[in-house]
T-cell receptor, first 113, second 115 residues
Framework: DTAVSQTPKYLVTQMGNDKSIKCEQN?????MYWYKQDSKKFLKIMFS???????INETVPNRFSPKSPDKAHLNLHINSLELGDSAVYFC????????????FGQGTRLTVV | AQTVTQSQPEMSVQEAETVTLSCTYDTSENNYYLFWYKQPPSRQMILVIRQEAYKQQNATENRFSVNFQKAAKSFSLKISDSQLGDTAMYFCAFITQGGSEKLVFGKGTKLTVNP
């Protein structure tokens, strides 16, 4: 059983398109995150949700819109894709309030051409 | 600002030898957790080891151990008996108590284990 799963694993799309990445966790965690890993492998948080409520929004362009239909799902929608959006996007989850490690999905490699 | 610094962008070690990866961090918090994550070529982020800041005893997990120096804000990872499968990017990270919860990562160290 996959704990945190993301789809798709790879996404190649043209500039200007709109795309979504889906994430689901079956760990019963309350908190979910989106992280972006750039070409230099640096990992930076984008968003954090706790029980469907947005907790963290780290200076991410408005073209990025997370959506949490329930606490087991956190999707990321990106409008008007730009070349600079090319990166690996990781979904993660953790139990809220326990300050413990985050469990990561397999990542989605987004390539904008 | 809370930051994590990994001063070694790349390291290499011979199979079966020991290697230490360095990490320093900066936070004004007193309670926090520290982690080392491994990212092999498969891209999956795998937790290697965890340390609670309030515990003085250094964490160990099989061949992996840490040297946690709270006053110096240092958290190094030692890998003993290195194996080819240890080849990966290693990220140091911490999460603070209080306020918004988020993992803050260092820039990573690329470790290559040579046969």
């Amino acid at each position: 059983d996959t704990a945190v799963s993301q789809t798709p694993k790879y996404l190649v799309t043209q500039m200007g398109n709109d795309k979504s990445i889906k994430c689901e966790q079956n760990l019963g965690h309350d908190t979910m995150y989106w992280y972006k890993q750039d070409s230099k492998k640096f990992l930076k948080i984008m968003f954090s949700y706790n029980n469907k409520e947005l907790i963290i929004n780290e200076t991410v362009p408005n073209r990025f819109s997370p959506k949490s239909p329930d606490k087991a799902h956190l999707n990321l929608h990106i409008n008007s894709l730009e070349l600079g959006d090319s990166a690996v996007y990781f979904c993660a989850s953790s139990p809220y309030g326990r300050r413990t490690e985050a469990f990561f999905g397999q990542g989605t490699r987004l390539t904008v051409v | 600002a809370q930051t994590v610094t990994q001063s070694q962008p790349e390291m290499s070690v011979q199979e079966a030898e020991t290697v230490t990866l360095s990490c320093t961090y900066d936070t004004s918090e007193n309670n926090y957790y520290l982690f080392w994550y491994k990212q092999p070529p498969s891209r999956q982020m795998i937790l290697v080891i965890r340390q609670e800041a309030y515990k003085q005893q250094n964490a160990t997990e099989n061949r992996f151990s840490v040297n946690f120096q709270k006053a110096a804000k240092s958290f190094s990872l030692k890998i003993s008996d290195s194996q080819l499968g240890d080849t990966a990017m290693y990220f140091c990270a911490f999460i603070t108590q209080g306020g918004s919860e988020k993992l803050v990562f260092g820039k990573g160290t690329k470790l290559t284990v040579n046969p």
